[in-house]
């Protein structure tokens, strides 16, 4: 019997988990604009450790055995096949479209070269070297995390973390905020809450010079970091029939992850408001979600027989301050050794090597 066919758009945390779990069941196909997969997490501390550069950018070359990863951007979907700009076309019974999000550099990959990325990251850690002061505009996880890193890596730099927010964390309980305003105090970073940065000169990359708060005080740093959230790449998506921008600028899903008039068409990741954040933790969910429901369906089970998605409550986060400190809220507040072994040593870097076939994952 023919295996089904699934196109897979977009090979981050969705397209590679979901492709690879399919391969021995579907004709598997997953096309991505990049040739290496990029893990964000660990690019906050390339930015102090360059070295780990060589560790997170992962080809895809040896993901899928029996399916293949095809080099490309795609630029129309229809319900029965996926065209990409280079004119050729992928036939489908199941689509999934997880195109992700774009992130300030050198964050992640801005465009489709992962030599830009290298160098934009390369480039920015130069400049963290021999800066002095450090102002981080931002206090998400990214922010935090970031801040947490250089003081941890590079003490004596006058860091600066800034949030509108009132506090850090504001949706998770308080006690897990601040602590780790505590922590990063005491590593020597100034945390300012509540002022909304009122002049930053650019959003996509960091920068020398100042930036005012809502106060009027002006804060000077060696570099400004940006860190002010990920964009949804939702071009490909909004062009189908029937879909919705939600909060955001996400699309709107039906119960089983589908935006549009098309009934074999699915989102999940940074790109579908369905009540998750824009977070690999995410992710975590609704891959074997949709991996589960997918097996089903490709075995001829009408989708919605299937169990629809369900996002999480509150979902469980990992704060390491470099790789020793940090704070995890994991349904409890745990402090400094739950979050460096579970994050902060190894930032699932050996994880990802091994999903992506390579063999010196533990090393
Ligand atoms: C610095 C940083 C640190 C982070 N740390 C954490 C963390 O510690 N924990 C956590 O839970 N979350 C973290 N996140 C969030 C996390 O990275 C995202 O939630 C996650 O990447 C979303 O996965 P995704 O598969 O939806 O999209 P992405 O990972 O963005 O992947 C989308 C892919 O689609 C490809 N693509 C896009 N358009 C096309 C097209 N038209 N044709 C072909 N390919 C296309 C892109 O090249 C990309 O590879 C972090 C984010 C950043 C920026």
């Known amino acids: 019997m023919t295996k089904k066919k699934i196109v897979i758009v977009g090979g981050g945390y969705v397209g590679f988990e979901v492709a690879k779990k399919l391969d021995a069941y579907a004709d598997v ?34 993901l899928l055995e029996s399916g293949k990863v095809v080099r490309g951007r795609a630029v129309s979907i229809s ?10 076309v992928f036939p489908a019974d199941f689509i999934v479209i997880a195109t992700g999000s774009s992130y300030a550099a050198p964050f992640k990959p801005s465009g489709d070269s992962i030599a830009d990325f290298r160098q ?33 890596a590079q003490p004596g730099k006058t860091i600066t973390l800034i949030s509108s927010d009132d506090t850090l964390f504001p949706k998770y ?19 300012i809450l509540g002022q909304r940065v009122q002049d930053l000169r650019h959003l996509d990359r960091p920068y020398e010079g100042s930036v005012t708060l809502a106060d009027g005080s002006v804060i000077t740093a060696d570099l400004v970091f940006p860190v002010i959230g990920s964009k949804p790449q939702t071009s490909l998506v909004q062009s189908l029939p029937g879909v919705t921008s939600g909060t955001a600028g996400r699309v709107e899903t039906d119960k089983w992850l589908r935006p ?24 975590t969910r609704q891959n074997p979600w949709l991996i589960k429901t997918l097996k089903k369906v490709i075995d001829g089970a009408s989708v919605e027989k299937q169990k629809p998605y369900v996002p999480w409550k509150r979902a469980p986060i990992l704060v390491p301050l470099g790789p020793v400190i940090g ?15 579970m994050k902060g040593k190894a930032l699932f870097i050996p994880k990802y090597r091994r999903a992506f076939g390579f063999t010196d994952a533990d090393k």
């Open 79 to 88: 319900q029965t096949q996926v065209s990409l700009d280079s004119g050729a």
């Open 327 to 341: 704070n995890s809220w994991l349904f409890a507040t745990f402090g400094d050794w739950i979050t460096r072994m």
């Open 120 to 152: 934009a990251s390369m480039d920015v850690s130069g400049r963290l070297a021999r800066a002095t002061s450090v102002a981080i505009v931002g206090a998400g996880a990214v922010g935090t995390e970031l801040a947490g890193e250089i003081s941890a």
């Open 29 to 62: 196909t997953l096309i991505e604009q990049r040739e290496a997969f990029v893990q964000p997490p660990a690019a906050i501390r390339a930015l102090v450790e360059p070295t780990l550069l060589d560790k997170i950018i992962l080809p895809y070359d040896n």
């Open 173 to 191: 309980p308080a006690g897990f905020g601040t602590q780790l305003k505590r922590k990063l105090e005491r590593l020597g970073v100034t945390v």
């Open 260 to 283: 549009s008039d098309y009934p074999n068409v699915f989102v999940a990741g940074d790109i579908a408001n369905v009540g998750d954040g824009m977070t690999i933790v995410a992710t």
